[in-house]
């Protein structure tokens, strides 16, 4: 895979996430109260018709630029493994806070190529901010470098983190997670788009990143820009497999990433497949 390969793949990313992102900004502006029209995937979780409707315009031109590979889409995705090679497409990251009108939403699009991610791009429609990367290359923020925090100090760290929903029989062992790292660190936030939390802690806003069961369109453009800003994201188990399993870990720092695999070994390992 070429740079040229690359860029273009990406600029396809940006025009796609970004006509997406369109759609999404209409959609909110113009719902009147209460909760928008979705349908119940499942106990826990919901799809718009936003969400169909952008995965379709997505997909569309993600394929006008390579067709050769799948695009593998929340709305769409039926298998249990990941191509070698495809696009990896969240159409709209944060749909329970889309539903209620709660401002904090996403598109993401990642690019795999023989295993690796190899170009991503996260756009928060409702900000106007699109971060994007190639490998190699460094992560970016409406075209401007961003590195990870400088910040080595846990106990003055901001983190998030997200809630188990799907698992919420491990409800009691996460909330110890969420105790002990709470106890050695500043703040946590939960907003509700893993994909954007991930872009955080790759441009500084957030020291680190940890959630339970996660899926690779939520994580898979966001793995990339900290590996390309200079932090650390593995697995619950240490390893490069976060894009397979959903459980991952992301921090800025050594000592912050040390909490929170010392928290998750201590609560959480026992009661999680670690395939």
Not at 109 to 123: D, F, H
Request: charged letters at 25%; a negative charge.
């Amino acid at each position: 895979m070429t740079r040229d390969q690359a860029r273009l793949f990406l600029d396809a990313m940006i025009g796609a996430a970004r006509e997406a992102g369109e759609t999404i900004r209409k959609v909110f502006s113009g719902t009147e109260g209460g909760v928008a029209n979705f349908e119940q995937k499942s106990a826990f979780d919901y799809v718009t018709e936003t969400d169909k409707l952008c995965e379709k315009t997505i997909m569309e031109a993600l394929k006008i630029c390579d067709s050769s590979v799948p695009v593998v889409g929340e709305e769409s995705f039926s298998g249990k493994e990941l191509p070698s090679s495809c696009w990896i497409v969240d159409p709209l990251d944060g749909t329970t806070n889309f539903i209620h009108r709660f401002p904090v939403v996403s598109v993401s699009i990642a690019r795999l190529e023989n295993g690796k991610i190899i170009a991503g791009c996260v756009y928060d429609p409702l900000r106007d901010e699109i971060f994007t990367a190639i490998r190699g290359e460094g992560v970016y923020l409406n075209g401007r470098k961003m590195e990870c925090s400088t910040n080595q100090e846990p106990a003055v760290s901001l983190i998030a983190t997200g809630f188990p929903f799907r698992r919420k029989d491990i409800t009691d062992a996460y909330f110890c997670t969420f105790r002990e790292v709470f106890l050695k660190v500043s703040d946590i936030r939960r907003a509700g788009s893993a994909a954007l939390d991930l872009a955080y802690v790759a441009c500084g806003r957030l020291d680190g990143f940890w959630e339970v069961g996660l899926k690779p369109w939520d994580v898979a453009a966001g793995i990339l820009f900290i590996e390309e800003a200079g932090g650390i994201v593995t697995d619950f188990w240490k390893r490069k497999q976060a894009l397979h399993n959903g459980n991952i870990i992301a921090a800025s720092n050594r000592a912050l990433y040390d909490i929170l695999t010392n928290a998750v070994t201590r609560h959480l390992l026992g009661l999680l497949n670690d395939a």
